[in-house]
């Protein structure tokens, strides 16, 4: 089991820059993949990137390549997510996603994710 706990979301405007974290206790999270995913009120949740267990592979959605990167460190157990040149459309409650070993299907889709932080609110203002 592990418990997931993401920080660092706010207010910022657009063309600014927010690093979220997201904290994994409970198991090594060097054996995970992790993702991150995002959702607004009345739309289902959208991939935004994700990280091989290595750090090796990381994946992106078209809609932040170029603005986002993920990182991760496993000697402290946490993921990043660096997002500059935030747009108002990336505004949206980003939550932090792992599973053991490699997401069943496919990096892309939440449902190759087992385990779940509670969310960040990121709000870029115009």
């Known amino acids: 089991q592990v418990q997931l706990v993401e920080s660092g979301g706010g207010l910022v405007q657009a063309g600014g820059s927010l690093r979220l974290s997201c904290y994994a206790s409970?198991?090594?999270?060097?054996?995970?993949?992790m993702g991150w995913f995002r959702q607004t009120p009345g739309k289902e949740r959208e991939f935004v990137a994700a990280?091989?267990?290595?750090?090796?592979?990381?994946y992106y959605a078209d809609s932040v390549k170029g603005r986002f990167t993920i990182s991760r460190d496993n000697a402290k157990n946490t993921v990043y997510l660096q997002m500059n040149s935030l747009k108002p459309e990336d505004t949206a409650i980003y939550y932090c996603a792992a599973t053991v070993g490699r997401p069943s299907g496919s990096y892309y889709s939440s449902t190759g994710y087992n385990y779940w932080g509670q969310g960040t609110q990121v709000t870029v203002s115009s």
């Open positions: 409970g198991r090594s999270s060097s054996s995970y993949a």
């Open positions: 990280s091989s267990w290595s750090g090796a592979g990381s």
